[in-house]
């Protein structure tokens, strides 16, 4: 497996949870446009890609900064666009390879106050990820994509703008009583990546506890 991350510790300890000692980790920021290809030209031809990379962002339209939008869509859209490009023009996707993009319920099955910015930096990606599917079909590549609501992470920490008492009560809105797991959002991804979906292609998986049925 290869690992990558802009945070080394975190990438340490990512790569020392794995089984088996075959793993390759390397450092970059995906941000950097220049790293993602250098970090393409070093590595061998793959089966599975899963793009993960994400920050999260909460304000109200009136307060949007330009610096706030464009750090969004760079790590969140863009980033995994250039990926793309330099997987598909270098060959490093192996015929049959499968690529699952995070994208997010929000904004894409429901809208929320204040997440405008992150909301379309999804739908952003969640679009990109249909027409990827559709030009790499014939190449035998599925693309897709997994739709999260909220998940209990590192990022509820960084959207520093929303209340501990604000995710309580938001909490209750969702039938299954709680958040997402990341073990539950991986779980998905693995689906995704595995022959078990072989015929799954273009399409949008939402694991949301049932937040959208309401």
């Not at 993960?52 to 330009?66: C, M, P, Q, R, S």
């Not at 793309?84 to 690529?99: E, H, I, P, Q, T």
């Not at 073990?183 to 072989?198: G, M, N, Q, R, T």
Request: glycine residues 8%.
């Amino acid at each position: 497996m290869i690992v990558t991350a802009r945070n080394e510790e975190r990438l340490k300890e990512t790569v020392g949870l794995l089984e088996g000692s075959d793993h390759l980790m390397i450092k970059a920021d995906v941000t950097d446009y220049k790293q993602i290809e250098e970090l393409v030209n070093n590595i061998p031809q793959i089966d599975g890609f899963s793009c993960n990379a994400g920050i999260a962002d909460t304000n109200l339209i009136g307060f949007y900064k330009e610096s706030e939008i464009e750090e969004v869509f760079r790590t969140n859209t863009f980033s995994m666009m250039m990926f793309m490009k330099y997987l598909v023009k270098k060959k490093r996707l192996n015929k049959g390879a499968s690529v699952v993009f995070t994208a997010s319920a929000g904004n894409i099955y429901w809208a929320t106050v204040a997440n405008g910015i992150y909301g379309a930096s999804k739908c952003a990606i969640d679009g990109f990820m249909k027409t990827a599917a559709l030009e790499l079909a014939p190449k035998g590549i599925r693309c897709n994509s997994v739709c999260p609501t909220m998940v209990e992470s590192n990022m509820m920490d960084n959207a520093s703008r929303i209340s501990s008492e604000q995710y309580i009560e938001d909490m209750k809105k969702y039938p299954l009583g709680r958040y997402g797991l990341p073990k539950e959002v991986a779980l998905s991804i693995v689906f995704l990546l595995s022959d078990a979906s072989s015929f799954i292609t273009g399409t949008s998986l939402k694991i949301d506890g049932g937040a959208t049925l309401l």
